[in-house]
């Protein structure tokens, strides 16, 4: 179930190369390009996008298109800090609960491959966290209708003008 996201997580020991599933598929540690592009695509939504959940720890943080949820694992890394497991993707101009409930599968079974927990309460999260992004990708496509809809009646009045 993880073939549609990336999935990333820190090693714990803060030396080890970290995990990442790409698309349902290992990322090899000497797979640098591969490793960057995914970290890239992580970093360009968490710095240009929105906030638009945050509760417990859980983030969901999207752009026009894509999203990034953030949840800490149960595991702490060496140095005692939360240890969260990422997961990015995208979205289309509707979102369905059936989303938000892919993402939380995968972000378990990315957990539970790379030997790691997640608190149900957290998994819940993720998957909850998916109805602000549904409002906001209701609410981005009323105001595109709106303009449409705006565009299309200056376009008739300037016609009826003309003629």
Request: charged share 20%; net charge neutral.
């Amino acid at each position: 179930m993880t073939d549609k996201f990336i999935l990333w997580a820190q090693a714990l020991d803060n030396a080890s190369p970290d995990h990442f599933d790409v698309h349902g598929k290992d990322v090899e540690p000497d797979d640098t390009i591969q490793r960057q592009e995914a970290v890239s695509k992580v970093s360009s939504v968490i710095k240009n996008g929105a906030r638009l959940f945050e509760q417990k720890g859980v983030l969901l943080t999207a752009n026009a298109s894509h999203f990034v949820v953030e949840v800490p694992s149960a595991q702490h890394d060496y140095a005692g800090r939360t240890a969260p497991i990422v997961c990015y993707g995208d979205y289309g101009t509707t979102v369905g609960d059936e989303l938000g409930s892919a993402v939380a599968v995968a972000l378990n079974a990315f957990a539970k491959k790379i030997g790691r927990t997640l608190q149900p309460i957290d998994s819940e999260l993720a998957r909850m966290s998916f109805e602000a992004l549904k409002k906001k990708s209701l609410m981005t496509k009323r105001v595109l209708n709106v303009g449409i809809g705006v565009a299309g009646l200056v376009i008739f009045v300037i016609i009826f003008w003309l003629v």
